[in-house]
């Protein structure tokens, strides 16, 4: 199986900073594309954030300037480091990496 698995979620404040880890079963240095989405409850999983095109990191337009999209090839792992969280930030985040199964995500919530 080719797994990702998700991590660094938690309960933080609006305007608090984390950090999310998506970590590969397997090499990930030949794959460019990889993306974060989110899942809020009741609705669909949306793009946050994707790195690999030739115009560098992509984010969409809620996250612009708060969001970071990295990655460590190394390590296997992506991350997404969060700052100024909003309550509206508040999802189930997953990575994306193609080839990959699609993990169980890390709850993100954002209290007012």
């Known amino acids: 199986q080719v797994q990702l698995v998700e991590s660094g979620g938690g309960l933080v404040q609006a305007g608090g900073s984390l950090r999310l880890s998506c970590v590969a079963s397997?090499?990930?240095?030949?794959?460019?594309?990889v993306e974060w989405y989110r899942q809020a409850s009741g609705k669909q999983r949306e793009l946050v954030a994707q790195?690999?095109?030739?115009?560098?990191?992509e984010y969409a337009d809620s996250v612009k300037g708060r969001f970071t999209i990295s990655r460590d090839n190394a390590k296997r792992t992506v991350y997404l480091q969060m700052n100024s969280l909003k309550p509206e930030d508040s999802a189930v985040y997953y990575c994306?990496?193609?080839?990959?199964?699609w993990g169980r995500g890390t709850q993100v919530t954002v209290s007012s």
């Open positions: 994306y990496i193609p080839s990959f199964d």
């Open positions: 397997r090499s990930i240095s030949s794959i460019r594309h």
């Open positions: 790195v690999g095109s030739p115009e560098g990191p």
